[in-house]
């Protein structure tokens, strides 16, 4: 295979990627182009294994379907013949992605492998034994009357591959896409590496700026800085975070959110400058509201999204429980658009 058909390959396989993500878009219907991930930290009780089945399984089959049609109208079917890499090379992609955003090590490698295979198969199968003897007997790719069989049985094999999917899923006993043992593992592995950098100017903030009744609530403070940090961390990635301070240095006046932390401001500053920043914002919550909800008022008051502060609180009890503390306050038990409900 040349260059030329490799290229051809990779952009197709890209083009397939950004609609695929698109439509992760549209299924989770953010506020804006920068809204929070959807993956979430919190337990839910959604399995999450079968969640994404027609969008990285089905699709990518319909797209090759789709795309060969196109290049049949065009008079380029000769390009359809070698489309053999673009399921693969999506793939690639979508694992170059996740480690772009730096959650590869969420993932649950035995369950990836089971979906790249069956969805491997699914495409390769509707272009070698649909899509390419269509083209050889110089019949139209599109569906037809006469070829409404065909779409028929396209359709069962569609629900012999849901059969083989349900049947992995039980055979894996319903582990899920992101394993709840596995995010606390990563969770605790990224308090480590922030502890290591930033607990110097967490501690000497909180000494200097903050006071507390006790030990224990200074520690609770404490995990709720780096339940922050954590989550905003994972949404910004470095790279991300980088191309903010490029955005920053040409648009100096620009309120941003910048730094681990996320803080808005309209100069530039450190990564460090924003933890410190950071402290003072959740300790002015944390200090001024009710002990029962302290925790959660400091998260909403720094980003007053309820998603945000599920994802937080469920980050911040993952450190409670690996510190060995007793939860700090209680959880919210109904949350409204705007505002919360507690017990």
Not at 95 to 116: H, P, S
Request: glycine share 2%; net charge positive.
């Amino acid at each position: 295979m040349t260059w030329t058909n490799l290229a051809t390959n990779l952009m197709f396989a890209w083009l397939l990627l950004l609609i695929n993500g698109r439509i992760g878009k549209w299924k989770e219907r953010p506020s804006n182009v920068f809204s929070y991930s959807a993956f979430g930290f919190r337990d839910i009780t959604e399995d999450n294994f079968s969640d994404n089945f027609f969008q990285v399984l089905i699709h990518p089959a319909i797209y090759l379907a789709i795309i060969s049609s196109i290049l049949q109208v065009l008079s380029v079917k000769s390009i359809v013949y070698k489309l053999c890499l673009v399921v693969p090379f999506y793939w690639g992609l979508r694992f170059v992605v996740a480690a772009f955003r730096d959650t590869a090590c969420f993932l649950n490698w035995r369950f990836q492998f089971v979906l790249f295979l069956v969805s491997l198969l699914l495409s390769e199968g509707t272009l070698f034994f649909i899509i390419r003897p269509l083209i050889d007997q110089k019949k139209s790719i599109f569906i037809d009357l006469e070829q409404f069989r065909d779409s028929f049985w396209f359709a069962v094999f569609c629900v012999i591959a849901k059969f083989i999917w349900d049947y992995s899923k039980h055979m894996m006993l319903g582990k899920q896409v992101f394993p709840s043992s596995k995010k606390a593992t990563v969770i605790i592995r990224r308090y480590e590496k922030y502890y290591r950098k930033y607990n110097e100017v967490i501690q000497s903030t909180i000494d200097r700026e903050c006071e507390f009744k006790s030990h224990k609530e200074k520690n609770h403070f404490s995990c709720l800085v780096y339940a922050v940090m954590i989550y905003e961390a994972h949404n910004r990635p470095f790279v991300i975070r980088v191309m903010e301070y490029i955005v920053k240095f040409f648009c100096p006046n620009r309120l941003m959110s910048l730094g681990i932390m996320q803080f808005q401001s309209e100069r530039s500053i450190s990564n460090s400058t924003s933890v410190l920043l950071a402290v003072r914002k959740l300790y002015k919550a944390f200090s001024t509201a009710r002990r029962t909800i302290a925790i959660e008022e400091a998260i909403y008051d720094y980003n007053p999204n309820s998603d945000y502060v599920d994802e937080v609180r469920a980050i911040y009890s993952d450190l409670v429980d690996h510190m060995g503390l007793t939860e700090y306050g209680r959880q919210i038990v109904k949350v409204k658009k705007h505002s919360y409900v507690y017990k």
